[in-house]
């Protein structure tokens, strides 16, 4: 017996691979959606792929067919892929979006999007709820076309019931941005110190993609209009994250130097997780609205991401692997050694 028909909207990405293995399992019956039609080994054979661009009104239109039951969309950015989905309501019994935490902001209006200027950084209040205040909707950056695309969604209230799941530091294999290859490339090169800024105490919270699905899944059998928290049920300090990467690639745990307050000079101690003050998770909404259960921690889910890191990465050039990446945080920012060897080197450390 089925649970109905559903569609996703982004299914060779990171989470799309995860969700389309959930719903299947969970006896829906799955279209998967992706520019090159691809197929994930671990998806039950009754998947169908489909080959489609999401900026192609028509071809949209035409993935939906006479219409789904659920629909998940996976890479919904901004407002005119609100349209999208709205224009085509009548059609979709219900929808489950991945939105961001870039969407809130703290009490003096700054997010994300502050983060690189002058007392930039947000504070928020431990942990976030759900109601927290959020940016502005606009065109301007990530965070403002993700606050547009939750905003149109929901003015939709009873015509398209949608989910919003804020998903924060997304982790898990086939990551386009995987934040553990800071560690996991140190291990591979020998680095045997780490140096942290912020005394190495920074949380981001973060959601690996088998917990993502599980929301996925839990949202599809309990349609609603609603935003949730999405992540992990514990959110780990930078120097945590370090051990266990250590732990998971079978090494002796790195000496930790430990640096207060900002990174020392430039990118030196900056890691992907590094701030000044910590975001961390409310997940009580989703506990209560839909019987939220975790089904992985981000220890236990360690040891198959750093797998398939090292095997990727071992011998090659990161950034070619990872564009996105390597966009967001250049060579010399996430492993600039020679700055990092000079910085220990004048303060008697070691490499």
């Not at 085509?88 to 489950?96: E, K, M, P, Q």
């Not at 609603?224 to 928290?229: A, D, E, F, K, Q």
Request: a negative charge; hydrophobic letters at 40%.
């Amino acid at each position: 017996m089925t649970s109905g028909s559903a569609v996703v909207i982004g299914a060779s990405g990171q989470i799309g691979r995860a969700a389309v293995r959930a719903l299947a399992r969970d006896g829906w019956e799955v279209r998967a959606a992706s520019r090159h039609g691809g197929r994930d080994d671990s998806w039950p054979g009754e998947v169908r792929t489909v080959a489609v661009d999401r900026e192609d009104d028509a071809a949209l239109a035409g993935l939906i067919g006479e219409g789904c039951d659920v629909l998940l969309d996976c890479v919904a950015y901004g407002a005119g892929h609100a349209q999208q989905l709205t224009a085509l309501a009548d059609r979709i019994g219900s929808a489950v979006v991945v939105s961001s935490c870039v969407v809130y902001e703290d009490d003096r209006g700054r997010s994300f999007a502050t983060m690189g200027e002058p007392d930039g950084a947000p504070v928020y209040p431990l942990p976030v709820p759900e109601s927290h205040p959020t940016v502005r909707p606009g065109d301007e950056n990530y965070g403002t076309r993700k606050a547009a695309l939750e905003q149109a969604l929901l003015a939709q209230g009873d015509r398209l019931p949608v989910t919003l799941l804020r998903a924060c530091a997304v982790h898990g294999p086939y990551s386009p941005l995987p934040r553990e290859l800071y560690f996991v490339k140190r291990v591979l090169d020998g680095r045997r110190v780490r140096v942290l800024a912020y005394g190495g105490t920074s949380r981001f919270h973060p959601v690996h993609v088998d917990n993502l699905a599980e929301l996925v899944r839990l949202a599809a059998r309990r349609p609603g209009s609603r935003v949730l928290n999405a992540a992990d049920p514990q959110a780990p300090t930078v120097a945590e994250i370090s051990a266990a990467v250590d732990a998971a690639m079978g090494a002796p745990e790195s000496e930790i130097v430990r640096v207060d307050g900002p990174p020392p000079s430039s990118g030196v101690g900056d890691t992907p997780w590094s701030a000044p003050h910590p975001l961390v998770y409310d997940m009580s909404a989703a506990e209560r609205e839909l019987g939220y259960r975790a089904v992985t921690t981000y220890e236990e889910s360690l040891p198959a991401t750093v797998a398939w890191l090292a095997d990727r990465v071992e011998g090659r050039d990161w950034w070619e692997l990872f564009p996105t990446m390597a966009g967001r945080y250049p060579d010399e920012k996430l492993f600039g050694y020679a700055a990092e060897d000079r910085w220990l080197a004048e303060r008697g450390g070691r490499r």
